[in-house]
């Protein structure tokens, strides 16, 4: 796939960039459903390459097509469901369209309408690149049934209009919960195969190469990480910790200590400028930080060391 140029995007802004009508999807909507079949209306249609800022399901009860998402191109099918999630390139082409219902959800409207821990009910979420499932037509059905729901709860007016989506999804999660991912288990595809942990890994050791180089001066948050992969930050903390099991927070603060420990080794760099060069302001709060997470002070550190090696 190309992947320059492509442009992170809310469904919103993907429809009216490619001349679709946009009435089903609200820009400022955490949650939109809607059935394909009365946006593209010329086919066969392909996509511009984009990043999506948005968790999509897409059901197909009657369509054909082709999905591709980074470098993996999947056929579009009745009877299947897609899962897609935030931050891939991808483009879809449609050649037939009949009865095909996209749901897309931000972690926002999930947190507020569903459940504050989302992720640890529904871990599949967390997923990257996902092949399609297809469903026996009993399992199609029974999702068929509470999607169309949620589709009728949108196109009308109760005053308790969310509250009755947000609980129709979770019965949704649930079934593609059963009958799709019940044995997920995040922290395996971390260990395995998890593209958002080798990316987040790979930046954390070039930023501290460049602090250490002298090349920077700023140490990167978790915002900075983040806005490397177009990721919110909030999805990639929860990713780095249900798939590794250590928190963000910890891996950065393991590669601090690693490279003030590497760092005080050699006695010809002051342990100020060990501070400014790790990202401190103060040398007083590097103190602190190292002592917190060794149990010794920078200097006890370095004394203990060389004489280790006299």
Not at 71 to 76: G, L, N
Not at 152 to 167: F, M, T, V
Not at 245 to 256: F, H, L, M, S
Request: glycine letters at 6%.
């Amino acid at each position: 796939m190309q992947q320059k140029g492509a442009i992170t995007r809310n469904l919103h802004d993907l429809y009216a960039s490619m001349g679709l009508p946009v009435d089903p999807v609200h820009p400022g909507s955490g949650f939109t459903v809607h059935y394909l079949q009365d946006t593209f209306t010329e086919l066969p249609f392909r996509s511009e390459a984009f990043r999506p800022d948005y968790f999509s399901f897409l059901f197909i009860k009657n369509g054909q097509g082709q999905y591709t998402i980074d470098d993996h191109t999947f056929p579009i099918k009745p009877g299947m469901v897609y899962f897609t999630n935030p931050g891939n390139y991808r483009t879809f082409t449609w050649e037939q369209l009949e009865d095909v219902c996209l749901i897309t959800f931000r972690e926002s409207y999930l947190v507020e309408q569903v459940h504050p821990d989302i992720y640890k009910e529904f871990s599949f979420l967390l997923t990257e690149v996902v092949a399609p499932c297809n469903l026996r037509p009993e399992q199609f059905a029974e999702m068929e049934y509470i999607y169309r729901q949620i589709c009728r709860e949108q196109l009308g007016h109760s005053l308790y209009k969310d509250r009755i989506i947000g609980n129709l999804f979770v019965v949704l999660l649930l079934k593609i919960k059963e009958y799709v991912w019940q044995d997920y288990n995040p922290i395996y595809e971390g260990n395995r195969s998890s593209q958002i942990v080798r990316n987040f890994k790979s930046a954390l050791e070039r930023h501290y190469r460049s602090l250490v180089a002298g090349k920077e001066e700023r140490v990167f948050r978790v915002q900075d990480y983040a806005a490397l992969q177009h990721l919110h930050p909030n999805y990639l903390s929860t990713v780095i910790k249900a798939k590794t099991g250590k928190a963000i927070g910890t891996w950065i603060a393991e590669k601090t200590i690693a490279e003030a420990r590497a760092l005080l080794q050699h006695d010809t760099t002051s342990v100020k400028e060990i501070a400014y060069l790790l990202g401190f302001s103060e040398t007083a709060h590097f103190s602190n930080y190292f002592k917190k997470h060794t149990g010794d002070t920078p200097l006890a550190y370095r004394k203990m060391h060389l004489r280790d090696q006299s």
